[in-house]
């Protein structure tokens, strides 16, 4: 499981985005966004490495196409298109806020300890989600992309693992992260933990960045997902970028299990990864509780039952998923 993240651990290999680093790309800001997408994409498929940084790298590309994105934000696929130089988005993100940052102790236990900073915004509305503070609210601080990077070197003297980005989301924030790393010379892996509501320019972004994607796959049914997150043609977007993320990385997947939600969720969840991703680990999540706006919805102001956690665990056997 995560053999790639394991060996960049153990310093076997690299991560992602040190390989970026190195990876050169000529280019003019004067270029039109085709063009800078046609050098991406040619950059990614050849993987030219470099023995010494170049001038101009693969990252540098990346943070000039995530800039013009931002100015025209197409980021998530709620595409509200704002120039969040000015203005939030949908997701109530302007300028990237770190809510907090921390070794997190609490995640699976490969990835522990785990430096996650959470990003203030969301691009879903979860009327069911235990961090609404900084989800549905703007909180926190800036932080400047140089001082966000010492800090991730501190926490690495403090033990931690990896970089895990998380929120909220970390989507509308991806231009402060590609920032980041851009300062950044750690040997650390880079954790993409999200909903997965992302464009397909943004994953084409993550390409060569992130080495494993901590993907949320919440609901099976779309008018689930539109009902509880207002998130729009759900399934669609969420199976598309998880076999982006395959593709490019490792993943593991993280499934909530709601309560009333097992036949419309839970299980449809379970056929298309046993069909589509069986390699993929996944944590079948039995601690939900009934947060910030759930207790106004009769279906879902509960916790759990044994019943509807048995049902989901039993079918995921069944079907031979791979569960930590």
Same mark, same amino acid.
């Given at each position: 499981?995560?053999?790639? *993240?394991?060996? !960049?651990?153990?310093?076997?290999?690299?991560?992602?985005?040190?390989?970026?680093?190195?990876?050169? #790309?000529?280019?003019?800001?004067? +270029?039109?966004? $085709?063009?800078?997408?046609? $050098?991406?994409?040619?950059?990614?498929? +050849?993987?030219?490495?470099?023995?010494?940084?170049?001038?101009?790298?693969?990252?540098?590309?990346?943070?000039? =196409?995530?800039?013009?994105?931002?100015? %025209?934000?197409?980021?998530? @696929?709620?595409?509200?298109?704002?120039?969040?130089?000015?203005?939030? &988005? *949908?997701? %109530?993100?302007?300028?990237?806020?770190?809510?907090? +940052?921390?070794?997190?102790?609490?995640? +699976?236990?490969?990835?522990?300890?785990?430096?996650?900073?959470?990003?203030?915004?969301?691009?879903?509305?979860?009327?069911?989600?235990?961090?609404?503070?900084?989800?549905?609210?703007?909180?926190?601080?800036?932080?400047?992309?140089?001082?966000?990077?010492?800090?991730?070197?501190?926490?690495?003297?403090?033990?931690?693992?990896?970089?895990?980005?998380? &929120? &909220?989301?970390?989507?509308?924030?991806?231009?402060?992260? =590609?920032?980041?790393? $851009?300062?950044?010379?750690?040997?650390?892996?880079?954790?993409?933990?999200?909903?997965?509501?992302?464009?397909?320019?943004?994953?084409?972004?993550?390409?060569?960045? #992130?080495?494993?994607?901590?993907?949320?796959?919440?609901?099976?049914?779309?008018?689930?997902?539109? %009902?509880?997150?207002?998130?729009?043609?759900?399934?669609?977007?969420?199976?598309?970028?998880?076999?982006?993320?395959?593709?490019?990385?490792?993943?593991?997947?993280?499934?909530?299990? !709601?309560? %009333?939600?097992?036949?419309?969720?839970?299980?449809?969840?379970?056929?298309?990864? &046993?069909?589509?991703?069986?390699?993929?680990?996944?944590?079948?999540?039995?601690?939900?509780?009934?947060?910030?706006?759930?207790?106004?919805?009769?279906?879902?102001?509960?916790?759990?039952?044994?019943?509807? *956690? @048995?049902?989901?665990?039993?079918?995921?056997?069944?079907?031979? !998923?791979?569960?930590?």
């Amino acid at each position: 499981m995560l053999s790639h *993240y394991k060996n !960049i651990c153990k310093l076997e290999e690299f991560p992602a985005y040190l390989i970026t680093k190195y990876i050169p #790309v000529k280019f003019s800001k004067d +270029e039109s966004t $085709k063009q800078l997408w046609e $050098k991406h994409n040619t950059a990614i498929a +050849e993987k030219k490495i470099s023995e010494e940084l170049p001038h101009s790298s693969l990252l540098d590309l990346k943070i000039e =196409l995530a800039s013009r994105l931002y100015s %025209n934000c197409s980021l998530c @696929e709620q595409n509200c298109n704002v120039n969040r130089e000015h203005v939030k &988005g *949908y997701c %109530n993100v302007s300028t990237s806020r770190i809510a907090s +940052e921390f070794l997190h102790t609490g995640e +699976e236990t490969i990835l522990v300890p785990s430096h996650t900073i959470f990003f203030s915004g969301c691009t879903f509305k979860c009327i069911f989600c235990q961090n609404w503070d900084i989800s549905q609210y703007q909180s926190g601080r800036t932080i400047q992309p140089k001082d966000m990077a010492q800090r991730i070197s501190d926490r690495m003297k403090n033990g931690s693992r990896n970089v895990n980005w998380v &929120g &909220g989301d970390p989507t509308p924030n991806i231009l402060f992260i =590609l920032q980041t790393l $851009k300062h950044l010379d750690e040997h650390i892996p880079q954790i993409w933990n999200s909903n997965m509501y992302c464009s397909i320019q943004t994953m084409m972004l993550l390409h060569g960045i #992130v080495d494993v994607y901590l993907a949320d796959y919440k609901f099976g049914r779309d008018a689930c997902a539109e %009902n509880l997150s207002k998130a729009k043609h759900y399934n669609e977007i969420i199976t598309r970028n998880i076999k982006m993320a395959d593709s490019q990385a490792e993943v593991l997947i993280r499934h909530l299990i !709601i309560p %009333n939600h097992i036949s419309c969720c839970s299980l449809p969840i379970l056929h298309w990864i &046993g069909t589509n991703l069986s390699h993929a680990p996944i944590n079948i999540m039995d601690q939900y509780q009934p947060c910030y706006k759930a207790k106004e919805n009769p279906l879902i102001n509960r916790t759990i039952t044994k019943n509807e *956690y @048995e049902t989901v665990m039993t079918e995921a056997k069944r079907l031979g !998923i791979y569960i930590i």
